[in-house]
């Protein structure tokens, strides 16, 4: 613990410094490298796995379906990755899915007729409700002043209950059925929908991050709050957007479990919070705010994803999977530590 | 230095993998057999006493057979998480997969790609809204019939002369809505009898118990109740020792768990119907392995189920029946 406090205190100096530019390439060549590094362990588990069961795990349809159950996770650790680099954290996720995929359906149904019309409707009332939750973490953490811990504990317990409140408790079905046969279980050239617009949320959530000032205020918000105010950022301003960009791609991963699954899985995602948090640290971003990428958390997204499906082909019993996937967690993020701290001493020597 | 770092890391990650690969070497049945075939029993959640029932008697069914069995369950019982380990499990190819669905319509969609991928679908417990059409075979408990055997078992117990009430969990739940229905039918039956209706508990044993004091209040000559799972029956137990009424009002209860027998041993509820799941794996053993030989199978088996009492469950024909944590 004090190792990860002291290399944090260490990141920031940078941050600090009076020279930006020479800041901002030696931050991304660590931030590079970070990944990098996740990504050998990824290799290594799919080369591992390839070894092991060639036939069963290297094939198209097993990596298509991969990529398709990882699709909803990875648009929701896309927005917590944007949170933690601020040093904040949204616990709020999981629940948040649940409620905008309810207020879809409800929508859906309620207009009624199963056309495009009535699909378009919910899943715009779906990706406001996510979004306005996010809005409610933004406001609750910097205007109330509550730390976002809290907050999106709280949230998360309302999202959830107000959820089961509209639904009685039981999941809501009878979506239009073209919601699921086309973006659900529908493909463009092989690659399923559901993928493609987590690719899509993906590779707008790096750009944004890497090469946009919003990503920049992100970076130095987290790195130092008060001196990024000090600089002239409207600092509450810009964390109420990343609060209501992490809902609104929580809405946004419940449509696409609404259109996979027909009906709003309601008992399924009281672990998504953990797994997004899991995947995007995984990924190289620091809990303490101010470092992190979109790729690396792509990579942890697909570490856990991967190993669970190996498993099932390897025929481990189940329990180990979680056993194995927690570890898996400690042992990446403690590689990623212990090569941070080495490059600490060789830059100060 | 960064050299040395790469190949531990791959190394770490084989030997992950490789571990993996030791315990299902364990684990699994030797090779080498002609026509072994490979069955997967994917559960509708991990670690349910119920499951791990059923797990036994399909391991038993494919041990006689000579067949390899895997099993694997998601987390939770729900569509969300299930949907990636019927993916996992049909990229292995076993030639057929007995499964729980979690949901009736957002497992279609997976298990649909399974069939398509030349397995054999056998559905155990519960089933699709198009079951007919993908499973071999569906086998689940008659829960109505469960549900007329509780009200038997409760007219016995109190003489059939009183008033009888329902502790459900919650509506839309087709199996407690099932034995919910069973029972109402069944109770009319005996005339002495008089049937108040249902309460819901919300899978809440504090609610149930308030439910319980209620309907004492309102009905004084309330003598049963049969509560449709397990924190329903516990629930309305406590209300009955709160008002003073656990020796007048007996308790039938649903299942039967570890908790469950521990209530019947305590007298906290005075009989319960089993279902039989180790009879659901077994049949889904054979029913896919019929299927895959070609042979004619059964499109529908409902089994049956078992009355516990304090008194017969410890008899060599009863005992068989109480659900197990492991096999």
Known sequence: ?349 | MRRRWLVGTVALALLLAACGGDDEGGGGAGGGAEQQYSLTLIQGVKGDQFYVTMQCGAQEAAAAAGATLEVTAPDEFDASLQTPVVNAVVAKKPDAILVAPTDTQAMIPPLTQAKAAGIKLVFVDTTTENGAELAESEIASDNEEGGREAARSLAELTGGKGSVLVINVKPGISTTDARAKGFEEEIKKTPGLKYIGQEYSNDKPETAAAKTTAALAAHPDLVGIFGTNLFSAEGAATGLRSAGAAEKVKIVGFDAGPKQVEDLEQGIVQALIAQKPADIGKAGVEQAIAALKGEPVQKKIGTGFVVVTKENMNDPDVKPFLYKSSC
């Open chain 1, 1 to 349: 613990m004090s190792d990860l406090t002291e290399v944090t205190a260490a990141d920031e100096e940078p941050a600090e410094a009076s020279e930006p530019s020479g800041v901002r390439a030696a931050l991304r060549r660590r931030l590079t490298e970070t990944t990098t590094w996740t990504f050998l362990i990824l290799l290594g588990i799919v080369a591992g796995f390839a070894a092991l069961r060639f036939q069963q795990f290297a094939t198209v349809f097993n990596f298509r379906n991969i990529a398709a159950d990882a699709s909803g996770l990875l648009i929701i650790a896309v927005g917590m990755t944007f949170v933690i680099i601020t040093a904040g954290i949204d616990l709020s996720v999981g629940s948040v899915l649940v409620f905008s995929g309810v207020i879809a359906a409800k929508v859906m149904l309620a207009i009624g007729g199963g056309g495009w019309g009535a699909i378009a409707a919910g899943l715009v009332a779906g990706l406001v409700a996510g979004t306005a939750w996010g809005v409610v973490n933004g406001v609750l953490v910097t205007k109330a002043r509550v730390p976002p811990l809290i907050v999106t504990l709280g949230t998360l317990g309302m999202a959830l209950g107000s959820a089961l409140l509209i639904t009685g408790g039981i999941d809501v079905r009878g979506v239009p059925l073209q919601l699921t046969t086309t973006i659900g279980i529908g493909q463009l050239a092989g690659v399923p929908y559901v993928v493609i617009i987590a690719a899509a949320v993906t590779a707008v959530g790096a750009v944004t991050l890497s090469m946009t000032r919003f990503g920049r205020y992100t970076y130095a918000i987290g790195s130092n709050a008060e001196a990024a105010r000090r600089a002239g950022i409207n600092v509450d301003r810009h964390l109420i957007k990343v609060y209501a960009l992490s809902g609104f791609l929580a809405g946004m991963a419940g449509m696409v479990s609404l259109a996979r699954f027909a009906t709003t899985t309601i008992g399924g995602h009281s672990t998504d919070n953990l797994a997004a948090i899991a995947a995007v640290v995984l990924g190289g971003t620091s809990l303490f705010g101010g470092i992190g990428t979109v790729l690396g958390t792509v990579v942890g997204v697909f570490i856990p994803a991967i190993l669970q499906n190996g498993f099932v082909i390897l025929g481990v019993q189940p329990f180990w999977q979680q056993v194995a996937v927690g570890a898996v967690l400690i042992i990446a993020v403690y590689i990623d530590q212990l090569k941070r701290r080495a490059q600490e001493r060789g830059e100060r020597r």
